[in-house]
């Protein structure tokens, strides 16, 4: 399956080409191509990909940013709010009345029952004078004649003149913080007035905030203590495992690394008059998922559209190389026909000349030996006489030899006149085959003939015609074994040309051979009385009447002579 | 019968020369077309048999000024070019349609000799 894939070209060695040979390796060609297509294609493509996935990191990051500190922001003042709101109220309330009215427990309570019901969030009240002491209490708790004098936060409520302290767990197990006020009487004397406020109302207000994700938003004190419950970074008073941000006038936003590849974003802000510290905690992730979306989607689109490049630019790739290679191919395939062709020309030449030469002197040896046969049959009574007309005949029959050789040589190498006739090559077949048939059904060989009769009829040389076909069967029938297979077959190729394969299933010829199976005495049945001129000539006629003739051969497998005809008497105009 | 043999190969043409004398045959040779034109100035020869390829006067040149000079004179042309068809397109041209290729069977010639003799003989 894959080896169909592989092109043509891909596993071929040149070995001939010559010169320039580093312009036919089709490999590193098609390497070439295919790198820098795709390289010229793809890395624009990668480059505005990474450019779009930073830019759109970056704008999400700056996004997450403002919504976080904004929302810290919002919440915080909220917030601050919520307590001023309280700290208003007490203030109010110390304003507003006298320190005698306040004194009285009847009225106080009078007062916490209006607060719980007007504002909401107050445990208890209580009075307490400059000494510490607490002289007045109204809430849930027996607090009443309790010094708080050495407790910090009286400390600081005197120093400042209000306080809010951290969030404790009261007697009944629920999260509690207290706020003070200090008041001063015109005469200078001051008492301190104080609220528990349930903080169950500061989570409803922190839950009710707006938080996208699972983001968690809650308050530390400033020793990272939780104050409010968190969803993920533990419970009311527990210690949280981030670290407590830095101070800032303002609301901040940053990224805790937590190592797992999953990073927070931290909104962090100081309460003002506050010990507390609101916090949101998101995981990044999380508010990045929609980014992550798009960017998943880019990076599909750009695997698709690469892969489909790759796939494009490989297959035009291999298609243009390819055709390249099948030009090369045939460019190298008429060269080396030119180069035969023009070797056999030459060859032809020298073969006449000789030829031409030794025709004199031969015909001087037969004249010679034709005197002395002529003497001797005058004079019979010369001793040995027998012999010697026996010697003499022998140079005569070699000499006859030699003649029919130079004849043949020079046919091999004549340029004749060119005799033109319309001819049908079927006929033609059917009478060289009735010249072999005795030697065809003596030997059994299957002779199967496909020339359709239909044939046009064309212009070429009758009599050149017959002797190549003639050459070429009897060529056949000496590599054939007794019965062997004989396939004569023509078609019209195109308008102009037809083919004619003369195809055996003899003993094949060599690939050595084959170079030179066209070449003037060359052959391989010198044993057996071949001279090497049957082929050579019928290159000869092919010639003579334009066409050209091919042979492919296997060793063992037999040989196939194609013949390439003009239909149009392109005969050799010399 | 006088036949003159023409050929610049003259160990050749003295041999076949020989050899037509020998069966009664009247033939002289010369080496080259020059000698063959001289010769004919005092000899009458029936027959010429030339050689295609000479020097100076070739063959069929040869036969052209020897017919000028007795237009009922005879010409076999024998050449070294092989086969028949190969000598037949120049041959033919010039008037010739005898020819014999070399080596030459000298019964071969002596056939052809009795052909062409005869063919003249029978012509009016």
């Keep these: ?574 | 019968m006088r036949v003159l043999l023409v050929d610049d190969e003259t160990e050749f043409v003295s041999t076949l020369a020989e050899r037509l004398s020998m069966r009664n045959i009247d033939a002289d040779w010369v080496g080259s077309g020059e000698e063959a034109l001289k010769r004919m100035a005092d000899h009458v020869y029936d027959l010429a048999v030339l050689d295609v390829k000479m020097p100076h006067i070739g063959g069929i040149e040869l036969m052209r000024r020897m017919r000028a000079r007795r237009p009922e004179m005879k010409f076999i042309f024998m050449t070294g070019h092989g086969s028949e068809q190969d000598f037949q397109a120049g041959a033919s041209e010039a008037g010739a349609e005898y020819y014999l290729a070399k080596p030459v069977h000298i019964e071969d010639l002596m056939r052809k000799m009795t052909e062409v003799l005869g063919a003249g003989a029978s012509r009016p």
């Excluded at chain 1, 007062?111 to 719980?116: A, E, P, V």
């Excluded at chain 1, 006929?427 to 048939?437: N, P, Y």
């Excluded at chain 1, 056949?476 to 190729?493: C, K, P, S, T, Y």
């Excluded at chain 1, 044993?527 to 050209?548: A, F, M, P």
């Design chain 1, 1 to 574: 399956m894959f080896e169909r894939l592989i092109p043509k070209f891909w596993n071929e060695r040149f070995t001939d080409t010559g010169p320039f040979r580093r312009l036919f390796n089709y490999r590193r060609i098609w390497r070439l191509a295919v790198l820098l297509t795709a390289c010229v294609a793809i890395v624009p493509l990668f480059m505005l990909a990474i450019l779009d996935l930073n830019v759109t990191r970056r704008s999400a990051e700056t996004e997450i940013n403002l919504r976080v500190s904004k929302l810290v922001s919002n919440t915080d003042r909220t917030l601050t709010f919520f307590l001023e709101e309280r700290r208003y109220a007490l203030d109010f309330i110390v304003r507003s009345h006298a320190y005698a009215e306040l004194a009285d427990r009847r009225h106080l309570a009078g007062i916490l029952k209006s607060l719980k019901e007007a504002m909401g969030g107050f445990t208890d009240l209580g009075l307490i004078r400059a000494s510490g002491e607490q002289v007045v209490y109204v809430g849930p708790y027996d607090l009443e004649g309790k010094n708080y004098r050495g407790e910090d936060w009286f400390q600081e409520t005197l120093e400042r003149g209000h306080f809010i302290s951290d969030v404790f767990l009261g007697f009944r197990e629920a999260p509690h913080l207290v706020i003070a006020i200090k008041h001063r009487h015109p005469d200078g004397s001051f008492y301190v007035f104080r609220a528990t406020l349930d903080t169950e109302r500061f989570n409803q207000v922190l839950s009710q905030m707006e938080r996208s994700g699972d983001g968690d938003m809650f308050l530390v004190n400033r020793h990272g203590v939780l104050q409010t419950p968190s969803r993920y970074h533990g419970g009311v008073l527990q210690k949280l495992a981030l670290a407590v941000p830095e101070y800032a006038e303002t609301t901040r936003v940053y990224e805790i690394d937590t190592g797992r590849g999953d990073p927070l974003v931290v909104g962090a802000s100081y309460i003002k008059g506050t010990p507390f510290i609101l916090m949101l905690v998101t995981r990044k992730n999380e508010l990045m998922r929609p980014v992550h979306r798009t960017q998943l989607l880019l990076i599909g689109f750009i695997a698709v559209s690469t892969t489909l490049i790759l796939v494009v630019i490989i297959g035009v790739a291999t298609r243009l190389v390819n055709v390249v290679y099948i030009a090369d191919q045939q460019r190298v395939r008429t060269l080396r026909e030119a180069q035969q062709s023009s070797r056999l020309a030459s060859i032809g030449r020298l073969a006449a000349g000789v030829a031409h030469e030794i025709n004199n002197p031969l015909a001087i040896i037969g004249e010679k030996a034709g005197l002395l046969k002529d003497i001797l049959s005058i004079d019979s009574n010369y001793p040995r006489h027998a012999k010697l007309v026996g010697l003499v005949d022998s140079i005569t029959a070699s000499v006859d030899r030699c003649g029919a050789i130079t004849e043949r040589l020079l046919g091999f190498a004549r340029h004749l006149e060119f005799k033109v006739e319309p001819v049908n090559l079927a006929e033609i077949v059917h009478e060289v085959l009735g010249f072999l048939h005795r030697e065809a059904s003596y030997r059994s060989i299957a002779v199967e003939v496909d020339v359709p009769e239909d044939l046009p009829q064309f212009v070429s040389d009758h009599g050149k015609l017959q002797q190549i076909l003639l050459n070429l069967v009897n060529n056949a029938f000496a590599a054939m074994n007794d019965g062997g297979n004989l396939q004569i077959r023509a078609r019209l190729e195109t308008d102009q040309t037809i083919v004619l394969t003369v195809k055996d299933d003899g003993c094949g010829i060599s690939e050595g051979d084959m170079e030179r199976i066209f070449e003037p005495f060359f052959t391989t049945k010198k044993d057996k009385g071949g001279t090497g001129l049957g082929l050579s000539i019928t290159y000869g006629l092919v010639q003579e009447i334009g066409g050209t003739i091919r042979v492919d051969s296997e060793v063992g497998r037999g040989a196939t002579f194609t013949i390439t005809l003009p239909t149009q008497g392109g005969g050799r105009k010399d």
